[in-house]
């Protein structure tokens, strides 16, 4: 299948403090990509949904001032969490697909610890 | 609203046994269903792509099943091993994967 790359795959940052998130797709170009956190022992929540070179789209409940995602090529997206605080502390995981109907790949996931 | 679930949440066989895991959904309109498979810590690892036109996906040793009128969905492994302990997640597409808890399935040598 195809790759989605990741990165940093940890992370730890002070309190009020940005960190950001890259996610590439390596081999193929990924219209969509999609952003998910993870709590422990819970399944993922979708975060938002990027396209490229337009702005993304929030879920309920999700800050966008607070959780920035850029989408500027069709190879990379980016979430960047801005005055991170400890409850920011989490798991993110991005996806990227090309077509709407076609399969999703998932990058490693980043754990990040807010201190 | 789409919401999907997995039954049983977790899971212990010994190995060698062949096992089912389930995923119901509440709206049929989805446009495929994924199987994924994760470790600890790990990302998601894509398993099988059921899309909504089909009846079922095998890889190996998994199958999966996808009955969207009923909104269900069954992933079957035979001949389990120990190194298919992990979590299994099934995820609908609706535009955006909605995934369900997931089952944690922990196989004994």
């Known amino acids: 299948g195809a790759v989605v790359s990741q990165h940093p795959s940890r992370v730890i940052c002070k309190s009020g403090t940005s960190v950001k998130i890259e996610c590439r797709s390596l081999?193929?170009?990924?219209?969509?990509m999609f952003w998910y956190r993870q709590f422990p022992k819970q399944s993922l929540m979708l975060m938002a949904t990027?396209?490229?070179?337009?702005?993304?789209?929030?879920e309920q409940g999700v800050e966008k001032d607070k959780f920035l995602i850029n989408h500027a090529s069709l190879t990379l997206s980016t979430l960047t969490v801005t005055s991170a605080h400890p409850e920011d502390s989490s798991f993110y995981i991005c996806?990227?697909?090309?077509?709407?109907?076609?399969?999703?790949?998932f990058g490693q996931g980043t754990r990040l610890t807010v201190v | 609203k789409q919401e999907v679930t997995q039954i049983p949440a977790a899971l212990s066989v010994p190995e060698g046994e062949n096992l089912v895991l389930n995923c119901s959904f509440t709206?049929?309109?989805?446009?495929?269903l994924q199987w994924f498979r994760q470790d600890p810590g790990k990302g998601l690892t894509s398993l099988l792509l059921?899309?909504?036109?089909?009846r079922e996906q095998t890889s190996g040793r998994l199958n999966a099943s996808l009955d969207k009128s009923s909104g269900r969905s069954t992933l079957y492994i035979a001949a389990s091993q120990p190194g298919d302990s992990a979590t299994y997640l099934c995820?609908?597409?609706?535009?955006?994967?909605?995934f369900g808890q997931g089952t944690t399935l922990q196989v004994k040598p």
């Open positions: 996806s990227a697909s090309g077509l709407v109907n076609t399969e999703a790949f």
């Open positions: 995820a609908v597409n609706t535009g955006k994967l909605i």
């Open positions: 081999d193929f170009q990924a219209t969509t």
């Open positions: 059921i899309q909504s036109s089909q």
């Open positions: 990027s396209n490229e070179g337009s702005k993304a789209t929030y």
């Open positions: 709206d049929s309109a989805i446009y495929n």
